[in-house]
């Protein structure tokens, strides 16, 4: 990856206040030319009109009339982007952005951030982020050629042959496109599964290639940015690159010396899901007779004493197998045969039945 030009000779120590303007976080260094020329941007209480003025430090810097503090410390974070969010910082039509999501998916003590580059509303991946606005120029522009990896889903048909061409460049409605290198990775029905990797990062340039190719994008998902990759990182989260790697790319890319001691340089950063917070030890459970809680004391009826194991055992049987007492008045009860011996049944008071007349009419004689 190609580092940035050396400072030429003759030329005054410091950098473009916008530069710094933007490395401190204040914003891009586009909206801070359009502040400049706004009148909004001062240098010791006078009205500064032009980007280029070249300074050591933000000392005497204002900005809508508030001092600019010294930049923060560069840092870098990745971000999984769903579906359907804006990659900007507000929309006229009130759609979500991804600050939306990005509330609740970053520490409340994080700096302003700013998307390196854009993703499409119906893109999903890898999104970068810094709070270096130089940092976040450097990576746009072109002329850094730091490559962007997408995996695209398409509908139609096209050969790997067709895609190899694509090394030597196309030209499309009049826009050059440099060199991509475009791989068929597998086919389900007239579906394809496409990787590509790109250096410039225009507008559409993905969905405009591959439409040129007769092909209708359907989905599409960046997968890397320079040496980071998209990883296991969930759908809608967010986290901060550390280590190393990422301190050797910053310095690249910034041109800042590294470190004393030298770092390692990563061909693949590959970005790991964030660490979940442990969960809270459960509580002990209780024993003794406080385990259970007391009553309350505006209850309208008293509690229920829990049955002990003695009693239960104790306790009268209910239901089909139980065996209840005899009823009163009936003390003959169990005794008494069963229906249709001949004996009349006691222990019905002292009423008896009258005796049955069944069988006892006596024969009828002869027709007369």
């Known amino acids: 990856m190609p580092t940035l030009p050396p400072r030429s000779e003759g030329r005054p120590e410091g950098d473009r206040i916008a530069k710094l303007l933007a490395r401190a976080g204040v914003a891009s260094r586009r909206e801070i030319e359009r502040m400049i020329a706004e009148g909004r941007v001062a240098l010791d209480g006078k009205v500064l009109d032009t980007p280029a003025t070249i300074l050591a430090s933000l000392k005497g810097v204002t900005v809508d009339g508030n001092p600019v503090a010294a930049a923060e ?9 769903p579906t359907g969010l804006l990659t900007a910082e507000r929309d006229p039509a009130g759609r979500p952005t991804i600050y939306t999501a990005l509330r609740n998916a970053l520490p409340k003590d994080t700096p302003r951030l700013m998307p390196v580059g854009r993703l ?11 709070n270096d606005g130089g940092l976040k120029r450097t990576m746009e522009l072109p002329a850094t050629k730091v490559p962007r990896t997408y995996r695209a889903r398409a509908f139609g048909v096209v050969t790997q042959g067709q895609l190899e061409d694509l090394m030597d460049g196309v030209e499309i409605d009049g826009v050059r496109y440099g060199s991509i290198d475009a791989n068929l990775e597998r086919s389900s029905g007239r579906n394809l599964w496409i990787e590509m990797t790109i250096t410039e990062g225009k507008n559409r340039e993905v969905r405009r290639v591959l439409e040129y190719l007769g092909l209708q994008v359907n989905r599409l998902i960046r997968t890397g940015y320079g040496p980071f990759n998209l990883g296991d990182l969930p759908r809608g989260q967010a986290v901060e690159l550390t280590g190393k790697p990422v301190v050797h790319f910053l310095s690249e890319m910034t041109g800042t010396p590294i470190p004393r001691g030298g770092v390692k340089k990563a061909d693949k950063v590959v970005i790991a899901a964030p660490e979940k917070a442990p969960r809270p030890p459960r509580p ?39 065996s209840p007492e005899p009823r009163k008045g009936a003390e003959t009860l169990t005794n008494a045969p ?17 005796p049955s007349t069944r069988n006892s009419t006596p024969p009828r004689g002869p027709r007369k």
């Open 73 to 81: 410390a560069t840092r870098l974070f990745a971000f999984h982007k």
């Open 120 to 130: 499409d509303l119906n893109t999903e991946g890898l999104l970068l982020l810094t």
């Open 284 to 322: 002990p459970a209780r024993k003794g007779p406080s385990a259970r809680p007391a009553p309350r004391k505006d209850a309208d009826t008293a509690a229920v004493p829990r049955r002990t194991a003695d009693a239960a055992k104790s306790a009268p049987r209910r239901g089909p197998a139980a």
């Open 338 to 354: 069963r229906r249709g011996s001949g004996a009349p049944r006691s222990g019905a008071g002292s009423r008896k039945r009258p």
